[in-house]
């Protein structure tokens, strides 16, 4: 699996995005790009349901995510708990009509994390001084509406379909987010993730600082 992935021991492919909490990024492009082009792909793919996870589906949510990547590089349990209680549209499921016999009749596929965040972070994100792995209460926007910006924390995909679905979500909340004059913020640390991080239109939120391991900002 190509990987986005920022951990202070490891790294793989792609985009870096946390600190303490390991906050990552996760997909494939060499896969999702092919599928990767907005509401057609989510119009092709109608059958892969996209919503807010809902508390009792976060342990779910963790436990694909640490088969995906191991434990070590994704925020605790807890952490991913606390976020959901702060604002229940931190943390988005992909889910598939399941093929497999059992009491799931949708199959998880992927999850990625677009997390809205205050104006306080938005102005410590702009001054390079903020990662996900540092957010605290003050920094998650009670609402979507209520959001001054938004950070990019995690995105894995289940199979090129799955990561080129994820993607076409990510895009169009990003334009979500433009259209509302919202910033949106990532973290890129390796070579590939640098150059997908300019692939979407993200630049440094300063002139002249080293690119890799430093927020970068859309829009």
Avoid: C
């Avoid at 909490?21 to 990767?36: F, H, M, P």
């Avoid at 001084?129 to 998650?140: D, N, P, Y």
């Amino acid at each position: 699996m190509t990987s986005f992935i920022e951990h202070p021991y490891v790294q793989i492919f792609g985009l870096l995005f946390g600190g303490f909490g390991l906050s990552l990024l996760v997909w494939s492009l060499r896969g999702a790009k092919k599928v990767a082009s907005g509401e057609s792909v989510l119009e092709r793919y109608d059958d892969y349901l996209l919503s807010a996870a809902q508390f009792h589906e976060i342990n779910e949510a963790y436990e694909f995510m640490k088969f995906h990547v191991g434990a070590l590089n994704i925020s605790p349990l807890n952490t991913w708990k606390a976020r959901h209680n702060l604002n229940p549209n931190t943390l988005f499921l992909l889910r598939v009509r399941s093929s497999k016999p059992g009491p799931s009749e949708h199959e998880l596929k992927g999850v990625f994390s677009f997390i809205p965040v205050t104006q306080a972070a938005v102005d410590l994100l702009n001054l390079n001084k903020l990662s996900a792995g540092g957010f605290e209460k003050q920094h998650i926007a009670s609402s979507v509406d209520e959001a001054d910006g938004f950070y990019i924390s995690i995105l894995i995909g289940e199979g090129a379909i799955a990561k080129g679905v994820l993607i076409s979500h990510l895009r169009l909340k990003v334009l979500e987010a433009v259209a509302a004059d919202k910033p949106t913020f990532a973290r890129p640390a390796t070579s590939l993730g640098l150059r997908t991080a300019k692939d979407f239109s993200f630049a440094p939120v300063q002139d002249g600082m080293n690119q890799l391991h430093e927020i970068h900002r859309y829009h």
